[in-house]
């Protein structure tokens, strides 16, 4: 046995630690989209300004994102547990605090720190699951994280309006963070248990600060003016793109310096000589940039174009969220068998959704257009399920467990960065058309056209991959070493999916 093998070696309670990684992640990626439909609540409770209402929605997916390759690598480095763990009680510490804010400057602050600690959380668990599952059950485990990316993504909206509903609206914004208090002390008395006490890969290594703080920079400046883009009006703010794309080059010069002269880079770019992984990734970043923004406008819509409470809306996408629960369970576990062509057919079925929705919305105009749109979104949300999941394991099976946090965090970034990006692009097309004082039904249509296009460019890709995959199989199989950088082992053996 290598002692790779050995490192990753199954752990007879490892489907109860998935479970505790599972309600972290769940209760982090809730987060992101439970806080929209509390913003009116938040006004009215607090006083709320709408850049203190933006910076609380934003000012999270912006921290979010900064933390996830760094606290990756660092994961890969001192151990996945403990980074998992200490990630946890700070989403959990920081979460009470949010509820408790005395102030909306208070409320931003800990929102920032909120944000840290899910990107804390988020790469420990992919690179977790690597470590803890072989063969065909990680194929099973990454099914079933991808249920809970969906269902905590679309069941957000839901869960705030219940919230707001039972505790009223001066006060429910409290409880869109106390919620999550439960939940994360019962995932961290039962991490202390249940996570299993591997070794870390790299405790010898020094980490990457200078690559920290170029990386860092640079996924700034390229979000900051996206996640503003309503608020911070005029047109300076475009001027940080440029200035990102600099210190991103930067970074990758000096991450080839770094893999020149023997040093532990922050990331090892070998990850991207492998196609399943570049483009796994890209798949990612433009199928978040356009997931994640059909419900950020179908909320507003609902709620502000048609008159919705926060609880009707809600239940909208509750369709939408339970067929992404059982097309992530199915993904899973045909993934191994059909590879790429599972991540065509679901992305396939969330264009097909997407218009759906175009077209109900065309037919059955007004207050009747949730039920309407029920049929597109199970379609859609089935489509999601057999996209999150499969393209994860694809992207990931040949990763060694060694690099697994840090190959996590990229392409988590990259979600984070699509759908700031998403939400940017489709919502200052939802909000020209209203400006101009057109009618919200269009608004949204236009909005979901665009949103289409961008699930279509995500097609493509993944179709270019499936093509490629049948012409010219990618060299080396899961379990040997690619590349120079990876001599210390490779990705663990037994999962060979399909084309």
């Known amino acids: 046995m290598s002692t790779e093998q050995a490192r990753t070696a199954p752990d007879e309670r490892r489907w109860q630690a998935l479970g505790v990684c599972l309600a972290a992640g769940f209760i982090s990626l809730l987060d992101t989209s439970i806080?929209?439909?509390?913003?009116?609540?938040?006004?009215?409770?607090?006083?709320?300004?709408?850049?203190?209402?933006?910076?609380?929605?934003?000012?999270?997916a912006l921290t979010f994102g900064l933390a996830l390759v760094p606290a990756g690598r660092l994961g890969d480095m001192r151990g996945r547990r403990e980074a998992f763990l200490f990630g946890l009680a700070l989403f959990t510490v920081a979460s009470a605090a949010c509820g408790f804010a005395p102030s909306t400057g208070w409320l931003v602050?800990?929102?920032?720190?909120?944000?840290?600690?899910?990107?804390?959380?988020?790469?420990?668990?992919?690179?977790?699951?690597?470590?803890?599952?072989?063969s065909s059950e990680r194929a099973k485990a990454f099914g079933v994280l991808g249920t809970v990316i969906g269902v905590s993504t679309a069941a957000g909206?839901?869960?705030?309006?219940?919230?707001?509903?039972?505790?009223?609206?001066?006060?429910?914004?409290r409880w869109v963070f106390f919620v999550n208090l439960p939940i994360g002390v019962a995932a961290f008395v039962a991490g202390l248990r249940l996570l299993p006490r591997l070794p870390?890969?790299?405790?010898?290594?020094?980490?990457?600060?200078?690559?920290?703080?170029?990386?860092?920079s640079g996924v700034l400046a390229l979000m900051l003016p996206l996640v503003q883009e309503q608020q911070w009006t005029g047109r300076e703010k475009w001027?940080?793109?440029?200035?990102?794309?600099?210190?991103?080059?930067?970074?990758w010069a000096w991450e080839r310096r770094q893999g020149r002269l023997g040093r532990a880079p922050l990331v090892d770019l070998a990850l991207f000589s492998l196609r399943s992984f570049t483009l796994g990734a890209l798949i990612s970043l433009s199928y978040f940039a356009g997931f994640t923004t059909v419900f950020f406008l179908y909320a507003l819509y609902l709620q502000n174009g048609v008159g919705y409470s926060a609880l009707a809306s809600g239940l909208t996408v509750l369709p939408f969220a339970a067929a992404s629960a059982v097309g992530a369970a199915i993904g899973g576990r045909l993934v191994v068998r059909?590879?790429?062509?599972?991540?065509?057919?679901?992305?396939?079925?969330?264009?097909?959704?997407?218009?759906?929705?175009?077209?109900?919305?065309?037919?059955?105009?007004?207050?009747?257009?949730?039920?309407?749109?029920?049929?597109?979104?199970?379609v859609g949300g089935i489509g999601s399920g057999l996209?999150?999941?499969?393209?994860?394991?694809?992207?990931?099976?040949?990763?060694?467990?060694?690099?697994?946090?840090?190959?996590?965090?990229?392409?988590?970034?990259?979600?984070?960065?699509?759908?700031?990006?998403?939400?940017?692009?489709?919502?200052?097309?939802?909000?020209?058309?209203?400006?101009?004082?057109?009618?919200?039904?269009?608004?949204?249509?236009?909005?979901?056209?665009?949103?289409?296009?961008?699930?279509?460019?995500?097609?493509?890709?993944?179709?270019?991959?499936?093509?490629?995959?049948?012409t010219r199989p990618e060299p080396g199989k899961a379990g040997e070493p690619v590349g120079r950088s990876w001599e210390e082992g490779g990705a663990v053996e037994g999962l060979r999916p399909g084309p």
């Open 387 to 470: 996209t999150v999941s499969p393209n994860t394991t694809l992207t990931l099976t040949r990763v060694p467990v060694h690099r697994a946090g840090a190959a996590g965090g990229v392409l988590q970034t990259g979600q984070r960065v699509g759908s700031a990006a998403g939400i940017a692009v489709v919502g200052a097309v939802y909000f020209a058309h209203l400006a101009n004082h057109g009618r919200a039904d269009t608004a949204l249509q236009l909005g979901l056209l665009t949103v289409a296009g961008i699930i279509l460019v995500a097609l493509v890709l993944a179709v270019a991959d499936l093509r490629e995959r049948q």
């Open 157 to 173: 909206p839901l869960a705030g309006g219940l919230l707001i509903d039972a505790a009223g609206t001066d006060d429910g914004w």
């Open 35 to 60: 806080v929209n439909v509390a913003l009116p609540s938040l006004e009215r409770g607090l006083g709320a300004s709408e850049a203190t209402q933006a910076w609380v929605v934003s000012g999270y």
């Open 239 to 251: 001027a940080l793109m440029p200035l990102a794309l600099v210190l991103l080059g930067a970074f």
């Open 338 to 378: 059909f590879g790429r062509k599972l991540v065509v057919m679901g992305l396939a079925g969330v264009a097909l959704g997407v218009l759906g929705v175009v077209a109900a919305v065309e037919l059955v105009p007004g207050r009747n257009v949730g039920w309407a749109s029920a049929l597109p979104l199970l």
């Open 200 to 216: 870390a890969t790299g405790k010898h290594e020094e980490f990457d600060l200078f690559g920290v703080f170029l990386l860092g």
């Open 109 to 134: 602050v800990f929102r920032l720190i909120q944000g840290t600690a899910a990107g804390i959380v988020a790469p420990q668990t992919s690179g977790l699951i690597q470590q803890m599952f072989h």
